[in-house]
């Protein structure tokens, strides 16, 4: 499974539908000093005292002595987890899914347009909405998922073959290719350096609903002609489609040179050595536009995410539907056969 066009998708997705009327970036740093793009960034970003997670959060191994590398963000993610060769890393904050009907819509129009019955989309919505995070490591085809706040009688759906789930941590869980879950839970077992991606994803925006970095390749062949070399979103699907994104280049660019890139991203502006992009959607707007969004390549890209939902785990209800024979008692809780 390529999660990798997931990412990719997804960034485009929100940097090129339905960009709207003008966005003061000072006032947008005045009211969320921690976005990817504000000078005083740094210093509003603190990781938990002590590396500790937070209440609910991923509580697996961490670096206990002083002067060693905080390896854990403000939202609780061990990002020693991640490849440290990524190319790119997100994270996705599911605390508000079980009570956002317009989140709920985005996600069974993009699960209908992969092909899946209602019944597939209404286990991936409750899977998401069952854990408290899910972060991904994408490097080349390799995938990592962990995946935060999971409840101790949830049922994982059957693995493709050559995959593999492990315990890490209360109520986490590592899940990926084999050899990629047995590296990162060494990472875990350990005092590992972070990788380039991973120490930014350390101090991402802590709140952000959603979270992807990227190498430019990930950015789309475009950008990479432009010359950007790194991109950095934030963005929320919970009531309202917004985005606040950054595309990093080596030194200032040329305005001129990158002007045909440049109209494609709508409402952006070219500060220092980036360039910054917002787009904002209310839930009517994007409604009526989910099924053009859903159909174009964008939305098929943001699908791929649909597709790697099915293999996170589900509360075991009335409602959940198996397809296959569940194995209890198991280190990593009850799980089907495959």
């Known amino acids: 499974m390529k999660l990798r066009v997931f990412v990719v998708g997804l960034a485009w997705t929100f940097c090129l539908c339905g960009q709207k009327k003008g966005f003061d970036f000072a006032e947008a740093c005045f009211r969320n000093p921690s976005l990817p793009y504000c000078p005083n960034r740094d210093f509003v970003i603190k990781p938990p005292k002590g590396g500790a997670p937070s209440s609910g959060a991923y509580s697996g191994a961490s670096p206990s002595t002083a002067g060693q590398a905080i390896t854990i963000d403000a939202a609780g993610i061990d990002w020693r987890f991640a490849d440290p060769s990524a190319d790119a890393l997100a994270a996705l904050n599911c605390s508000k899914l079980p009570g956002s009907s317009f989140a709920h819509s985005v996600i069974d129009q993009l ?122 979103l934030t963005a929320s699907i919970w009531d309202r489609l917004t985005s606040d994104a950054a595309f990093e280049f080596a030194g200032a660019p040329d305005p001129s040179a990158i002007r045909p890139w440049l109209s494609t991203l709508g409402d952006a502006q070219v500060e220092g050595n980036a360039v910054l992009a917002r787009m904002s959607m209310d839930a009517d707007e994007t409604r009526r536009n989910l099924t053009q969004i859903a159909m174009s390549p964008l939305g098929r890209s943001l699908g791929a995410f649909i597709q790697s939902a099915r293999y996170l785990p589900v509360r075991d209800t009335a409602a959940t539907v198996h397809t296959k024979p569940v194995i209890y008692g198991l280190d990593d809780g009850p799980r089907e056969v495959k």
Not at 147 to 170: M, Y
């Open 111 to 232: 699960a209908s347009n992969q092909g899946l019955s209602p019944a597939e989309a209404q286990n991936i919505f409750r899977a998401l909405s069952g854990v408290s995070q899910v972060a991904l490591s994408v490097r080349a085809d390799t995938v990592l998922i962990l995946v935060t706040g999971r409840a101790a009688d949830a049922i994982l759906p059957a693995l493709q073959s050559g995959w593999k789930s492990i315990p890490v941590g209360e109520h986490a869980l590592l899940i990926g290719q084999a050899a990629a879950v047995d590296q990162a839970s060494r990472r875990l077992s350990m005092d590992s350096a972070l990788g380039e991606l991973p120490q930014t994803a350390q101090q991402r925006p802590a709140g952000s609903e959603f979270w992807v970095v990227g190498s430019a390749k990930l950015a789309g062949q475009e950008a990479v002609s432009a010359g950007v070399t790194r991109f950095e």
